[in-house]
């Protein structure tokens, strides 16, 4: 479960978006980008590119490009759990990985990774073992698939019942966006059906670190 594990935003990546005004408008447009990043992540077996389509189509950063910076210091043993979703004995080895994803300057995810050094290649696993290039551009020959094992919304600009009360009432200032505004819990398989990685994916406030559309559109 996700609750179990503690995927703490470090404090570097937990500065989300300042630019969006306390509106009934802003809100519904946060609510509909949210829930667009969420079906686009949900849809597509890479997370990594994903996040690089997103950072490229909100101006994120001047080259959309998402780089891996390795978190030190953390280690997490697999749970028994874990090892039955990964298909693997008590005795086989469990790499583990934890990294920001990063576009430009913004810290887009933080992302926890258990995966089966059998299961890739040596030129593979000599890159998760000695860069930080991203998991998913690692492992991209492998054309993988993903299935998602939990997935959770963190953020939510309106409140649940508003589609029957309405939209709430202007605040003042600007609407503060946290840290975390989702997190998935998936594993990748391979073509042949074998699974090779378990991650757990939290989305900072950062994704949303843009302007608002202008009220009357955009400009022709």
């Known amino acids: 479960m996700l609750s179990g594990l503690s995927c703490a935003v470090p404090a570097a990546a937990a500065e989300g978006g300042t630019m969006w005004p306390d509106t009934p408008r802003a809100r519904l ?3 509909t980008l949210i829930a667009t990043l969420d079906a686009r992540l949900l849809s597509h077996p890479s997370a990594t590119l994903t996040l690089e389509g997103w950072c490229r189509d909100h101006d994120l950063a001047p080259v ?3 780089v ?3 978190i030190a210091g953390v280690v997490r043993v697999p749970s028994a759990e874990q090892r039955q979703e ?13 990294v920001e994803l990063a576009c430009g ?3 887009l995810s ?4 258990w995966y089966v ?13 000695r860069t930080d290039t991203a998991f998913g551009h690692v492992v991209a020959d492998l054309h993988f698939t993903r299935r998602t094992l939990d997935s959770a919304r963190l953020f939510a600009p309106l409140p649940d019942d508003w589609e029957r009360r309405g939209l709430p009432p202007p605040g003042a200032g600007r609407i503060v966006i946290p840290a975390e505004i989702l997190r998935h819990r998936a594993l990748l398989y391979r073509q042949d059906g074998v699974p090779f990685s378990e991650v757990v994916e939290t989305y900072t406030g950062a994704m949303l670190d843009f302007p608002p559309p202008p009220a009357d559109g955009p400009s022709k």
């Open 110 to 113: 933080v992302a926890d990774n």
């Open 29 to 31: 447009e946060l609510e």
């Open 68 to 70: 891996a910076r390795r």
């Open 117 to 129: 050094p059998s299961r890739l290649t040596p030129a593979m696993n000599d890159l998760l073992s």
């Open 64 to 66: 959309a490009h998402v």
């Open 105 to 107: 300057g913004r810290v």
């Open 86 to 98: 990964l298909a693997v004995g008590p005795d086989e080895a469990i790499a583990y990985r934890r």
